[in-house]
């Protein structure tokens, strides 16, 4: 299904700056029982990236109802939100959009999640690297083709996700997916402040680790980093959170941090 501006409809205008330069962001929320899962923090990261990104929306409180009502007639899946800064020219100024537009579609669950929680996943490392950009690092934006080269080369292996790395050679997160892992009581995350997406359950996480025995760190890390570590995870609003099993050679049986996560990442509300 697809809501557009408050309509029911699919089709979208071709000048919309979405389509011409992707200008806009994006986030992808979980279903559960007919309500979106941190519902609050997916608005507010929205409302984040329109900031950054000058985009003059404000129609937050008819947003977060629309998203409301289309999860109870999902029950359970996906639901996507997109905010676009809207019908504009043919040059780059975004200065006379002042009408920006909202869509909101929703999709089943992915069924492959459930496996992957059960056995873990196998990662491979993505050729494609991440640029570095500090304006916009952070923020889920509409220029994805990183993550679409990613995903094409992820596909020519037999790995579920990919390891990826930032233009510098900083390990930063997988195609779909952030990325922790732990050392004893440590654990770790890539700093994600010059490339990368800071996800809403990796945001929940830092958020559940800081009240927590564990202690948590983002740091700038290597790949040979996760080699010495006890275990490693990945996690995004969806899965919400899934183990690693392997990497190259290296192994981790150990769940020790994942089933600490699992129950308070499965209904974060």
């Known amino acids: 299904m697809f809501l557009i501006n408050g309509l029911e409809q699919n089709t979208l205008a071709v000048n919309d700056r979405a389509t011409q330069f992707g200008d806009g962001s994006f986030t992808t929320a979980r279903i559960v029982e007919g309500r979106v899962q941190l519902l609050n923090a997916h608005i507010e990261r929205l409302q984040q990236a329109c900031e950054r990104l000058s985009i003059r929306f404000s129609d937050w409180s008819v947003l977060a109802q629309e998203m409301s009502t289309l999860a109870v007639k999902q029950a359970n899946g996906v639901l996507k939100v997109i905010i676009s800064r809207g019908p504009g020219g043919r040059g780059y100024s975004g200065r006379t959009c002042d009408s920006p537009t909202r869509i909101l579609s929703t999709f089943a669950a992915p069924a492959h999640y459930t496996q992957w929680k059960q056995r873990g996943v196998n990662l ?136 600490f996560l699992a129950p308070l990442c499965e209904l974060p509300d």
């Open 124 to 259: 491979a490392l993505s050729p494609v690297t991440l640029g570095r950009n500090p304006y916009l690092a952070g923020i889920k934006h509409l220029n994805r083709l990183e993550q679409v080269l990613i995903r094409s080369h992820l596909e020519q292996t037999d790995a579920d996700e990919a390891l990826v790395l930032d233009s510098d050679g900083w390990l930063t997160e997988c195609c779909a997916a952030n990325l922790f892992w732990r050392c004893g009581q440590n654990v770790y995350t890539p700093r994600l402040d010059s490339a990368g997406v800071s996800g809403i359950m990796r945001q929940f996480i830092l958020t559940s680790l800081a009240r927590s025995p564990y202690r948590v760190v983002e740091v700038n890390a290597r790949l040979t980093e996760i080699s010495q570590a006890d275990e490693v995870l990945i996690c995004n609003a969806l899965m919400p959170v899934v183990p690693v099993q392997r990497y190259a050679e290296q192994q981790w049986p150990d769940r020790e941090l994942y089933q």
